[in-house]
């Protein structure tokens, strides 16, 4: 099986009239990179440095590796690694030979991963071997007499299973072999990167990009956003995600060096920041959250940071202007992008500290943005609408699902993305929630991210979400589903006692409130609020 792309783009000439599309590819970056960045270091990960020209020939020792086992161009090879040397191993020699990177999440297991490997036929698997007491390589083993197209399963880190390749010997195997692989062609219009909106559907929504639409999004934002050959970036988003994996496609545009962290945890970020002393940083909400509600960053250091990019959900205003005051040389930045475009707009270091806090910025370079209302008018500077977006980094189309891709694209072009923002008239960005969000109590609809936002300053809550719940009268009333700091507690009135002094109408109040342990959230760390209804009968 291979997968392919329509070359033919109605804009293309434009586009690379204007830069935005060019004819590099990952092999393209990472020869000039090798070439002009040899012996600096490229990535750092446990203690262990690797230059340019080491990850070099890591990356040719493993691409003859997938050439021997007969790896072609267009194949899909599926990578389930936590952010480390042999993902990025992976994802340059993937594309080396023409084929296709497919992300799986880490914490997917066997009903996701059968889901989705089965949608994209993918021919291989690169999965960790065994992790305490979880074996991601035996259980695509065990599902490959469900998976016509699954070749071979390749397992990383010790203990593979007898049936899998170990990913070490296949470039060991190559190192000790000097024959070239077979020459392959790779041309900026090719596919080399599926990604997945969700892994949980029967008719999962599958995203393949070219190199010119996300290579071109990275390079210029590499340049909006100021990264250099003497930056060292952390993201704690995983490379599985498109908010992770762009932050290695800038540093490998601008030839800047990648901190890896493998799994996020509060202690580990504060530490990370403090020891490695990274310069940029690509964070949720989430993440820097639940640092400052355990005090993480009292007393370090973090003097290192240019600038802190916060995005993967709406960011609360209090958010970042309490974390921003604990970077003396530092600035909190905001940034919104989807799996079907990748950075769609961003704050810049110029940017005023209003701009920078309270939205995401303007559209990246080739990116056009719009805010539109119910009827499809333009929604005025201020006001609530859809946000929709068009230009040089969008998809084409979801893989085998035409209906989707229907369904996405208004009749003019523009894609809906299902957020709803504000702009402001200098083309300032501020999301606004998820269509689907809204609340419909008795035939009046509002969009509970106001309170979310206030919440989440409240003394007592670390993480604020609001879900609609069925009511047998007014149709829709609002829980609030809120995580506690440590030795806290909140009740129902106290919340509304809350709101009334903040001047929220009382429309907005939650009628009830949850207070859980811990939130459910996806790889990069969004609140999954689908999964929020499920944890407790709200229908009750």
Known sequence: MTLRLDPAHPRADEFRRAGYWSDATLGDWLATNERECGDREALRAG??????????RLVRAFARGLDRIGIAKGDVIAVQLPNSVEFVTAYLAIASRGAVMQTLHMPYRAAELQTLLAHSKAVAAIVIAQA??????????????????????????????????????????????????????????????????????????????????????????ARELSVTREDLLLSAAP???????FSFNMALAAGAASLLMPAFSPPELAELFSRERPTIAFTAPAHIAACLGAKLFDGRDLSSLRYVQISGTAVPPE????????????????????????????????????????????????????????DGSPAAPGEVGELQMRGASLFSGYLDNPQAT?????????????????????????????????????????????????????????????????????????????????????????????????????????????????????????????????LFDIKE
């Open 47 to 56: 203690g262990r440095s690797l230059s340019w020209s080491q990850i070099g």
């Open 239 to 245: 490379y599985t995600h498109l908010y992770g994996l």
């Open 406 to 534: 229907r369904d996405a694209f208004t009749e003019d072009g523009w894609f809906r993305t299902g957020d709803l923002a504000v702009m402001d008239a200098a083309g300032n960005t501020a999301l606004a929630g998820r269509t689907k969000d809204i609340i419909n109590r008795g035939g009046v609809k509002f969009n509970p991210v106001d309170v979310e936002n206030l919440m989440a300053g409240h003394p007592a809550v670390l993480e604020a979400a609001v879900v609609p719940m069925p009511d047998p009268v007014l149709g829709e009333k609002a829980c609030l589903f809120v995580t506690l700091r440590p030795g806290k507690s909140l009740q129902l009135t106290e919340v509304q006692r809350f709101l009334e002094g903040k001047k929220v109408s009382k429309l907005k109040w939650p009628e009830r409130l949850e207070i859980i342990g811990a939130m459910p959230l996806t790889p990069t760390r969004k609140v999954i609020k689908g999964q929020l209804a499920k």
């Open 132 to 221: 305490k007491d979880y074996s991601a390589s035996q259980t695509v083993l065990e599902l490959k007499p469900a998976l016509p197209h699954m070749k071979h399963v390749i397992a990383v880190g010790p203990g593979a299973p007898e049936g899998a390749l170990a990913f070490s010997d296949l470039v060991a195997d190559a190192q000790s072999n000097a024959t070239p692989p077979a020459p392959v062609t790779v041309t900026a219009d090719m596919p080399f990167l599926l990604l997945y909106t969700s892994g949980t559907t029967s008719a999962p929504k599958g995203v393949p990009h070219a190199y010119r639409n996300f290579l071109g999004n990275s390079r210029l934002s």
């Open 319 to 374: 958010l970042g202007r309490a974390f921003e005051p604990l970077l003396p040389g530092g600035k909190v930045m905001q940034l919104w992008g989807m799996t079907e475009l990748q950075a769609g707009a961003y704050t810049r270091l110029a940017d005023s500290e209003p701009v920078r806090i309270e939205t995401t910025g303007c559209a990246s370079p080739g990116t056009e943005l719009r805010v539109v209302q119910d």
